[in-house]
């Protein structure tokens, strides 16, 4: 514990605010305790009593760079010198650097791309893409995904927490059972038999609701927080293949998995697929400023041609937020960090390895460069987990637990259900690992009692 950054009563107007005037996300807002930022510095956030927490989860698996990197900083003060904003349907020089980098670092040939300022915006514009282009409607989703908040979004994923407004929910939306292989809906034995049994599934439903009315396929390149539901072997390419059958498009939504989480620019480039649109968001700026955006194939860039782009958001292709992106991207590539999320990615995995003959309670560790999670179970020849998919308040205490003794020992990221995330800052050492899975064993002991 550090010295005091400012007095307790300049403390309690700081965490006052916050708390009587805004809302927060995904909580009931009376007993909230959030962690009160003051500052934050590569892997490391700092609140104003100075207590240090290991960020392990990137907060939103968004800040890839680690926090405070100056280069962007710096770009942007630049920017907003010569100009902070212009109507969308202008040029400026950060907008093209930008479009022109995306398109030689996207996986095939994706070659344009619209800009949006988040990931939910991009599935929703990637979607209205696909259903124009194809004069088609319908879109294959997965039930155990995220792709967004807004109606649209959150109606695509199969996340529980859009229950509170599936009256509402935006229509024709077909969600699929996930090549879950750990847990598999039809028992295979092995990621080959789940990987042929569930793509034979998705294709039967294709088949169901009539292949001619199925725009798209919206899967994420690699999962995120539905439980980082790792895709079997030959998965990506039987759905591609089925995608090709029936002329349906690929979507990939790298909002989370894209801009090196993974150990690859994007998920998807772990399987060997091209996509005909990508969305992205997140890691394009590290979240040091809200920027997203599509990238779709020359095929669809060449319809709009001579046909009019019927999108257009107010802050798109914002030059404040691209030349952030372009910052990025330059200190993804001469920092090494895509490289470095692979080698770690790998340590992660044996110390998890050796995590889990320490732990009995660790059923299975699901991970990719560095987005993964550990899932906890009660007991491991059942798979019983430690709380169910979707859990009640009631069934969260263990893990309720589990989450509180992180955070006590320094520690920020994401438990959920029976997930503890890892997935910290792309610049991350094996030293910062080694703190970090230390907090998470701590933790997990405790559960185990």
């Not at 609140?47 to 100056?70: A, E, T």
């Not at 090196?260 to 480039?269: A, Q, S, V, Y």
Request: proline share 5%.
């Amino acid at each position: 514990m550090q010295e005091e950054i400012v007095s307790q009563q300049e403390k309690d107007v700081i965490r006052k605010n916050s708390l009587d005037f805004t809302l927060f996300s995904w909580s009931k807002q009376a007993g909230l305790n959030p962690i009160n930022v003051h500052h934050a510095k590569g892997v490391y956030l700092y609140d104003y009593d100075g207590k240090r927490y290991l960020d392990f989860s990137s907060q939103l698996m968004n800040v890839n760079i680690g926090h405070g990197h100056p280069a962007v900083r710096e770009a942007v003060s630049r920017q907003m010198e010569e100009v902070s904003y212009v109507y969308p349907g202008m040029i400026t020089k950060a907008r093209g650097e930008l479009g022109k980098k995306l398109s030689e670092i996207t996986p095939g040939s994706l070659t344009k791309t619209f800009f949006t300022l988040g990931g939910a915006e991009s599935v929703e514009n990637a979607v209205k893409i696909a259903r124009i282009y194809s004069g088609r409607f319908k879109i294959i989703t997965f039930y155990q995904s995220f792709h967004g908040a807004s109606y649209g979004a959150f109606s695509a994923g199969g996340d529980p927490r859009r229950h509170a407004v599936d009256s509402q929910a935006a229509p024709n939306f077909i969600h699929v059972e996930n090549p879950y292989c750990y847990r598999c809906p039809w028992n295979s034995q092995t990621p080959g038999e789940c990987s042929d049994i569930c793509s034979a599934h998705v294709e039967r439903v294709i088949k169901y609701e009539n292949p001619d009315s199925v725009a798209a396929i919206l899967f994420e390149g690699e999962s995120g927080t539905s439980g980082c539901i790792k895709y079997p072997p030959g998965y990506w390419q039987k759905i591609k293949a089925i995608a090709d059958k029936y002329g349906i498009l690929i979507i990939s939504d790298e909002v989370m998995s894209g801009f090196g989480r993974t150990g690859k620019m994007f998920g998807i480039d772990h399987h060997g697929v091209e996509p005909d649109i990508l969305c992205m968001a997140k890691g394009l700026t590290s979240g040091y400023i809200p920027l997203g955006g599509i990238v779709v194939s020359e095929k669809i860039a060449k319809h709009f041609d001579n046909n009019p782009l019927p999108l257009g958001l107010t802050y798109s292709a914002h030059p404040v937020a691209c030349a952030a992106a372009n910052a990025v991207i330059d200190i993804y590539e001469k920092e090494g960090l895509v490289e470095n999320a692979a080698l770690m990615g790998k340590y992660i995995e044996e110390r998890v390895g050796e995590l889990k003959k320490k732990h009995i309670s660790i059923g299975d560790y699901r991970n990719t460069g560095l987005l993964g999670c550990i899932e906890l179970v009660k007991n491991r020849e059942t798979k019983e987990p430690m709380a169910p998919w979707n859990a009640k308040p009631a069934e969260m205490e263990i893990m309720n637990r589990v989450a509180a003794r992180i955070r006590e020992l320094g520690m920020f990221t994401f438990v959920r259900w029976n997930y503890i995330f890892t997935a910290p800052p792309l610049c991350i050492t094996k030293e910062q690992i080694d703190e970090g899975l230390q907090i998470i064993s701590d933790a997990i002991a405790l559960a185990e009692k």
